[in-house]
Every structure is written in structure tokens, then in C-alpha cells.
T-cell receptor, first 115, second 117 residues
Framework: GAVVSQHPSRVICKSGTSVKIECRSLDFQATTMFWYRQFPKQSLMLMATSNEGSKATYEQGVEKDKFLINHASLTLSTLTVTSAHPEDSSFYIC???????????FGQGTRLTVV | AQSVTQPDIHITVSEGASLELRCNYSYGATPYLFWYVQSPGQGLQLLLKYFSGDTLVQGIKGFEAEFKRSQSSFNLRKPSVHWSDAAEYFCAVGAEVLTGGGNKLTFGTGTQLKVEL
């Protein structure tokens, strides 16, 4: 099956700094990538959808200036949490899909802790 | 807007017993339906999906799910649970197939499955 790799799996950063999370499709070209956020013992909430070479589409309530998404190639999307604060601590998961498939494959997630 | 309800937050079953996890969705047309499993601190693994056709869908690890339009349900079943099935299970609905592929998924709140030996 298709493999999506997310890096790092865990990161701890100081409040006010920025953190970059990478999402790579290893064996297919991902025309669309999705970024989700999961709070402890809660469901996944879609943050944004990105298509290669274009600006990401953010869901309502998600600050695009805080959560910068770049999808510069067909195998890589990045999420940068800028000026992180403790309330940004969460589990971030990406998924990727390829035209014309309707299924998306998930990465293993990144646990972000802001101290 | 689409929504998903998983009424059971926690379920405990004995190993070897049968399992049914409930999922109800809300969407105006025929949705794309998914069941995912998540182990602690891990991403999501797709168990099965329904797009169209046969309403009884077979998935991996012996799981199956049945799409019932009249009940707006997509319940997940397994005839005999193994201890390794203990995990969190998420039902998801995707209504919009994007130009680049994939669906914007709306997830239920999840059901935590505990298996007693």
C-alpha cells in the first residue's frame, strides 16, 4: 500500500519558536495533502487542504498565518507552526492522496509539545 | 454539513467475542464512508471503505461493515475479537471528491476498544 511518512514523530519546543513538520509520500505522487489536528482523547479535525503548487485552503477557524502550509512538490508538504504557544501542543497528522483516487493515506503523526 | 456520530466512547469485549462498533452519519447524498484504527501515538490505518456498490464491505484484519442508507449507519463488525484489536476506532465520512484526489474527511469522536483476555 501507499506509504506516507511524517517527521519528526515527536518534538518539544520553547514558547515563541517555530516548528516545521514534514509529510512525505514515499511511493506515490500526492496531488492533495491534508493536515489534521487531534487533541488528547478527541477526534481529528481537518485544518487545511493543500494541492501541489498552490495555496492551501484552510478550514474555518484555523489561522493561516500561524499554521503555514507549503506543498512545493508532489511528494512533500510541510506544516510550520509559527510562534508556538502551549495551546498549540497537540498531535498533528497528515494524509495524502493521488488523483483520481478518493482514498487518502495517513502519516504516523507528530506529537508537538510547547513548553 | 456532514457529521459523524459514534455513540460509544468505550467498549470492552472478551477475546473471542463478537464486536460491533456503531457509526451514524449525516449527509444529504450518498457519502464516502471509512473506518480507521489508531494505536496509541500512531497515525491512522484504513480498515475498510464504502464508495458504492455492495453495501457489505470487507476490510483488513477480519473486519466488515454494512452501509444502511435507511438508518444512515455504517457499523463495523468482527466475529471474533483478538487482543491485538485493542485500539481506537474512528468512523469518517467524506462527501467531496477533490480535483486532486481524496476527500475532506469528517471524523467521529472515536470508540476506544478494550479487549479482556
Amino acid at each position: 500500500g501507499a506509504v506516507v511518512s511524517q517527521h519528526p514523530s515527536r518534538v518539544i519546543c520553547k514558547s515563541g519558536t517555530s516548528v516545521k513538520i514534514e509529510c512525505r509520500s514515499l511511493d506515490f505522487q500526492a496531488t492533495t495533502m491534508f493536515w489534521y489536528r487531534q487533541f488528547p482523547k478527541q477526534s481529528l479535525m481537518l485544518m487545511a487542504t493543500s494541492n501541489e503548487g498552490s495555496k492551501a485552503t484552510y478550514e474555518q477557524g484555523v489561522e493561516k498565518d500561524k499554521f503555514l502550509i507549503n506543498h512545493a512538490s508532489l511528494t512533500l508538504s510541510t506544516l510550520t507552526v509559527t510562534s508556538a504557544h502551549p495551546e498549540d501542543s497537540s498531535f498533528y497528522i497528515c494524509s495524502a492522496s493521488q488523483t483520481p483516487n478518493t482514498e487518502a493515506f495517513f502519516g504516523q503523526g507528530t506529537r508537538l509539545t510547547v513548553v | 454539513a456532514q457529521s459523524v456520530t459514534q455513540p460509544d466512547i468505550h467498549i470492552t469485549v472478551s477475546e473471542g467475542a463478537s464486536l460491533e462498533l456503531r457509526c451514524n452519519y449525516s449527509y444529504g447524498a450518498t457519502p464516502y464512508l471509512f473506518w480507521y484504527v489508531q494505536s496509541p501515538g500512531q497515525g491512522l490505518q484504513l480498515l475498510l471503505k464504502y464508495f458504492s456498490g455492495d453495501t457489505l464491505v470487507q476490510g483488513i484484519k477480519g473486519f466488515e461493515a454494512e452501509f444502511k442508507r435507511s438508518q444512515s449507519s455504517f457499523n463495523l463488525r468482527k466475529p471474533s475479537v483478538h487482543w491485538s484489536d485493542a485500539a481506537e476506532y474512528f468512523c469518517a465520512v467524506g462527501a467531496e471528491v477533490l480535483t486532486g484526489g481524496g476527500n475532506k474527511l469528517t471524523f467521529g469522536t472515536g470508540t476506544q476498544l478494550k479487549v479482556e483476555l
